[in-house]
């Protein structure tokens, strides 16, 4: 009984820990918040190491709230720890160069791929309209755009030229600007790709953006779905 009403409810069973369910998502979409807030104070096209440990970090919980087999997260506490102790040291030491720039905006990249696919690996495997669902959705989608954020600043550290049109600005924060606007197709027009491989990733962008959209309304329509077919017989059988 108690398992068909969590059931109905959509209702996660959690441990008892501030990391499962709803609230496990309200970290991480705080990190987030944190994350986009260093990224968008970057006014130089160097990546931010502290947005970097922050993402770091942020990866570390989304594997704890998802669940991830132990093994791939001990594993995964090792690289980040040995990777944010190095972000750490070389923040302090003010120790800098463009190869370590490329070095920190590639392993940006990697974490914020990651991450994404673990919720949304964790969610599918449930059912249920809830609070949790929709913050997992939201969370996935900030994911997406911070890793085109980096996937941009990635180009742009490789290229001689820069990578917008009409701008000598060609910062972390005009990417990250650039990135989700372009992720929700708004497309403002003040910045525009003007190499062939910047216009290749926004649009790979956008059709991302617009493909993870449909993907997630599905899963909350099929959830919908999943508890009204719950929740009819049992009115059928009220009195």
Request: glycine content about 8%.
């Amino acid at each position: 009984m108690t398992g068909m009403r969590e059931f109905q409810t959509g209702a996660t069973p959690t441990s008892g820990t501030v990391f499962d369910g709803v609230s496990g998502y309200v970290i991480i979409f705080a990190l987030l918040v944190v994350s986009y807030a260093l990224c968008a104070a970057q006014r130089a096209t160097d990546p931010s190491p502290w947005a970097f440990l922050v993402i770091l970090v942020t990866v570390a919980v989304v594997f704890r709230v998802t669940g991830t087999p132990p093994m791939i997260q001990h594993v995964a506490w090792v690289i980040l720890s040995a990777a944010g102790l190095a972000t750490i040291i070389t923040a302090l030491s003010s120790a800098g160069g463009h190869v370590l720039d490329i070095v920190f905006s590639t392993a940006t990249m990697v974490a914020l791929l990651v991450a994404p696919v673990a919720i949304i690996g964790h969610q599918v495997k449930r059912r249920g309209l809830n609070l949790e669902a929709l913050l997992a959705a939201i969370t996935a989608y900030v994911f997406v755009g911070l890793f085109f954020t980096f996937a941009f600043n990635l180009l742009s550290l490789v290229s001689p030229a820069s990578i917008f049109d009409g701008t000598d600005d060609d910062s972390l924060a005009n990417q990250l600007f650039f990135s989700f606007t372009t992720l929700t197709t708004t497309g403002y027009g003040n910045l525009v790709p003007s190499t062939a491989t910047s216009q290749a990733v926004a649009v790979a962008e956008a059709i991302t953006g617009q493909l993870f959209l449909i993907t997630a309304v599905a899963r909350i329509m099929r959830g919908a779905g999943a508890r009204a077919g719950v929740a009819a017989p049992s009115s059928e059988e009220s009195p």
